[in-house]
């Protein structure tokens, strides 16, 4: 079977799916360890057998749900090749506008950030790209989700403190005894109510639902961040959250009840509320 053969092949089996150009590209980028255009350079070389049962395989394993990046083991976010696993969210677009807000926010010169609920790291790893000199914190309440973010760090040269324990309790007592106070903290918390039909549908049967579901209509743990953030927050800090399309107005209220000020919400690219900000009481 030829690389155009393959393709070809690919997008017909995967046809029923949002993306089956770029779902072919992405596997057999990773089948035959090349570049995208690799692809259309040489699309009449020939895929060994091996590589033809392992696509096979791979195809199986789409149609039966399974996401691309656990088949691969690899998702992009903000151009950083990060390792998946079961046991994270896999990163997705959207949360590339938590990030570009945080960027916004944190001060010129070193300071430090906070990432709650990190999975992989993809949002602290973001910013320690963009922003060498800060010095980033990432806390996780699954060990192995904490162990992902360790590995993605050293992975990418990109040194980030990885902690392992649930949202601040880690940091010790308000925030004093081992961490430094944040001008900044993230967080893409779980938002999405237990009670929501997309939870059986697409890649999100295959991720875990701690990293998902929240109590009080999805709403538990945001409330949870944004009652203790201030204890940790400098002067003047920013806590930024990212949160579901319907959920913009209440987590607006919950920064407002709170004392937040300067709060607002910022669209997605699909122009849906996705994350709320505001400054520290």
């Known amino acids: 079977m030829q690389i155009q053969q393959a393709r070809a092949h690919i997008m017909t089996v995967l046809a029923g799916g949002e993306s089956p150009r770029a779902d072919a590209d992405v596997l057999l980028c990773h ?35 399974e996401p691309i990046a656990h088949l691969i083991g690899e998702r992009e976010f903000w151009s950083l090749p990060l390792k998946v696993s079961p046991a994270t969210l896999i990163p997705r677009p959207d ?39 800060i ?5 996780d309440r699954m060990a192995d989700a904490a162990a992902l973010a360790r590995e993605n760090s050293a992975a990418l040269g990109l040194p980030i403190a990885v902690r392992h324990g649930s949202w601040f309790e880690p940091l010790g007592d308000a925030g004093l005894s081992k961490a430094p106070r944040f001008a900044v903290i993230v967080s893409n918390p779980p938002y999405i109510d237990g009670a929501d039909p997309h939870l059986e549908q697409g890649d999100v049967r295959f991720e875990p639902r701690s990293a998902l579901v929240a109590d009080e ?48 919400t910022v669209r997605d ?13």
Do not use: F
């Not at 010095?135 to 806390?139: D, S």
């Not at 953030?229 to 407002?256: F, I, K, M, N, S």
């Not at 690219?269 to 009481?281: E, Q």
């Open 217 to 264: 209509a999805g709403l538990a743990d945001i409330r949870h961040i944004v009652a203790h953030a201030p204890a940790y927050l400098l002067t003047d800090g920013w806590l930024l959250l990212e949160h579901g399309w319907d959920q913009g107005a209440a987590v607006r209220q919950l920064l407002c009840d709170s004392g937040y000020r300067e709060v607002a």
């Open 135 to 139: 010095e980033v914190w990432a806390v």
């Open 95 to 133: 949360t590339e506008v938590l990030v570009e807000q945080a960027l916004t926010k944190i001060p010129q010169g070193p300071c430090a950030v906070l990432d709650l609920g990190t999975g992989t790291g993809a949002i602290a790893l973001a910013l320690k790209s963009e922003r060498p000199e």
């Open 31 to 65: 089948l035959l360890d090349c570049r995208r255009g690799y692809l259309m350079t040489w699309p009449e070389r020939e895929l060994d057998a091996a590589q033809q049962v392992t696509l096979q395989q791979w195809l199986a394993r789409r149609l039966a749900g």
């Open 269 to 281: 690219y699909g122009d849906n509320d996705r994350v709320t900000l505001g400054r520290r009481p």
